[in-house]
C-alpha cells in the first residue's frame, strides 16, 4: 500500500511540473518501502544537491523531504530515510551538517 502512495505521489509531482521535482523523486525512491538499500543514484542526487555550492533553501528542502520520511508508518520508509540522512551526514561537506543545526533551530526541531 504504501509503495503504491508513493508512487501516485511520484505521478502528482511529475504532472505538476514543480521545480524541485528531481529531488522531491530522488527523496521518495531512496526510502521506497522495499526491501533493498536505497539506490545509489538517488543517494548521490541528493549528495550532489546537498554540496557546499548549493543554494541553502535546496539543503533545506531536502532535509525537510527527508524528515517527513521519518514520520512514515513503514518501518522500511523510516529506516532508509535514516540511512539516507546517515550517508549525507558522512559524505557531504560541513556545510550540511551546519544547516541541518540551522533547520533544527529554525524548525525547533532538535529535542
Known amino acids: 500500500m504504501a509503495l503504491m502512495q508513493d508512487t501516485v505521489k511520484l505521478v502528482v509531482a511529475a504532472v505538476k511540473g514543480q521545480e524541485t521535482q ?4 530522488a527523496v521518495i525512491k531512496a526510502t ?29 528542502y531536502i532535509i525537510y523531504k527527508l524528515g517527513k520520511r521519518l514520520g512514515n508508518s513503514s ?28 533547520y533544527a533551530d529554525c524548525t525547533g526541531r532538535h529535542h
Not at 37 to 59: D, G
Not at 89 to 100: A, G, N, P, V, Y
Request: with cysteine; charged share 25%.
Open 22 to 25: 528531481d529531488l522531491y523523486a
Open 75 to 102: 518501518w522500511l520508509v523510516v529506516l532508509k530515510a535514516l540511512m539516507t540522512f546517515h550517508r549525507l551526514l558522512r559524505e557531504c561537506d560541513l556545510s550540511f551538517r551546519e544547516q541541518m543545526l540551522r
Open 32 to 60: 521506497l518501502p522495499n526491501e533493498v538499500v536505497p539506490k545509489e543514484k538517488h543517494v548521490r542526487s541528493l549528495h550532489i544537491a546537498c554540496s557546499a555550492q548549493s543554494p541553502r533553501h535546496t539543503v533545506n
